[in-house]
């Protein structure tokens, strides 16, 4: 028997498919495969698709089509796999296999299948896999973070949203399961898990027969790891359990990212949301109230069919009074499969493009007042990356989170991976600029002196 053959990986989309892809690279390594950054030297290339808006179906599909243009065996992997696969397997004759959302932990037998000649297609209808801490897995982030799956799947039904046609129903993972993760990537040095699934907020539900997320950061909390975030999190689901979990715990950060989507009453019925309507100022402000320091991100989703220019008045009245520290702005995209794929009155691209660049126009304001008010603080900055020019060292403190947030950059000697104490020094809309903290400065001084 000859040697394995190489294999490239193509990440798109999520931290959700981040997870998946690292499964799967942990799972060929394992098994004895060589894994290569370099595409043009691999025999085979996963693309690990996402399809939750066209942007990223038209990112995927580019991908996939340079790669077949390049003649390269293409395994086919991810949200677009569950979504179109006849389709992807009659116009990319390259694509030697199909895995599905809930089957990429048959990867290795997938190779080994298209190693035989055979054209794999792997698709559960509905998946029902869930990763558990047993299965390996090879992380892809920078040193300090790691993504910590505590669910999969969403039993909600947003007219807007294909998730849970392409994920499956919620499974969360026992709180056991999670810790043991947990306590293996702080051994590793992971300075930061972000807590991700659908729903955070929903966590155990469907396991426990309630929703378990506080006792899910009290066990956390005993972790040897400096800072958990979590992703996610629904306003209803913020119980007073929650909220107490997050204030006893000091490796919990006060960072929640609710997914609002919009603010009018009418539009959230629409989108099939109509409970947040009623509770979104009185949950922010109970937030607010219990966590003073809290960091409320959110995101919004502008153009929905039937949208009047009221709405979105609306909406923007609703931005400035709560004066969130980040917002990220999404034009409505019709989605093959979902109930709003062919509602009425749709709005024309322009005026969606529109008002995406005006409620960002918007906050943008608010989120340069908030960053402004970081000057002359010391806040302690998890070290990423180096500037590949200038050599200057890049961060992120705790209010912001990977990849979606800004980040902060630091003038001084700092290790990839370490936490250390930054004096902010300047600020913009989107990001910080700071000096590390003399107390670091000396620390350093010394070790090198």
Known sequence: MGPKPTVAFSHLGCEKNRVDTEHMLGLLVAAGYQVDANEELADYVVVNTCSFIEAARQESVRTLVELAEARKKIVITGCLAQHFQDELLTEIPEAVALVGTGDYQRIVEVIERAEAGERVKLVSPEPTYIADETV???????EGVAYLRIAEGCDYRCAFCIIPHLRGAQRSRPIESIVAEADRLASEGVKELVLISQITTNYGVDLYGR???GDLLRALSQVDVPWIRMHYAYPTGLSLDVIEAIQSAPN???YLDLPLQHSHP????AMNRPWQGQVNDSIIERIKTALPDAVLRTTFIVG???ETEEHFEHLKAFVERHGFDHVGVFTFSPEPGTPAYDLPSQ???ALKQARREELMLLQQPISWQRNQQQIGKIVDVLVEQEHPSTGQMIGRSARFAPEVDGVVYIDGLATLGEILPVQIQAADTY???????????????LSHS
Do not use: C, N
């Open 211 to 213: 929703p378990r997320l």
């Open 431 to 445: 990001d910080l600029f700071g000096t590390i903290a003399k107390p670091a400065l000396q620390t350093t001084y």
């Open 347 to 349: 709005l024309p691209e």
């Open 304 to 306: 929905f069919p039937g």
């Open 136 to 142: 390996p897995r090879y992380r892809t982030t920078t």
């Open 266 to 269: 009418e539009v959230l019925r």
């Open 252 to 254: 919990i950060l006060p």
